[in-house]
Nanobody, 119 residues
C-alpha cells in the first residue's frame, strides 16, 4: 500500500519561505514521478512541480523561479522549497506520485498540507 506523508506547511508572511517534504513508502515502482499539486479555495487543483528519478523537472507557470523541487531517492522523499511567497500561494498542497507523471491524474495522493501566506 502506497503512503505519502507530507510535512512542512504552515503560516508565513508574504515574502517569506517554507519547505514542504513528502516521504513515500510502499511502492513497487519506486515512485518514478513525484511532486506537488495545490488547490486554493474555489479554484481547480493545479500542478506546482514534478521531478522524476533522473532529475527531470517541470514547474507550473506561476512558479517563475520562486520554488525549487528536489528529491532524495535513497529516502524516497521529495522536497519543495518555496521562496518569495505571495498571498495567492495560499492553498492546500498535495504530494503525489505515479509510475509515469503526476501532471495528469496521478495514481497516489497524500492527505495535503495547508500553506497560508498572509499579506
Amino acid at each position: 500500500q502506497v503512503q505519502l506523508v507530507e510535512s512542512g506547511g504552515g503560516l508565513v508572511q508574504a515574502g517569506g519561505s517554507l519547505e514542504l517534504s513528502c516521504k513515500a513508502s510502499g511502492s513497487p515502482f519506486r515512485f518514478a514521478a513525484m511532486g506537488w499539486h495545490r488547490q486554493a479555495p474555489g479554484k481547480q487543483r493545479e500542478l506546482v512541480a514534478e521531478i522524476d528519478r533522473n532529475g527531470r523537472i517541470d514547474y507550473g507557470d506561476f512558479v517563475k523561479g520562486r520554488f525549487t523541487i528536489s528529491r532524495n531517492n535513497a529516502k524516497d522523499t521529495v522536497y519543495l522549497q518555496m521562496n518569495s511567497l505571495k498571498p495567492e500561494d495560499t492553498a492546500i498542497y498535495y504530494c503525489a506520485t505515479d509510475p509515469l507523471t503526476i501532471a495528469t491524474n496521478p495514481d497516489y495522493w497524500g492527505q495535503g498540507t495547508q500553506v497560508t501566506v498572509s499579506s
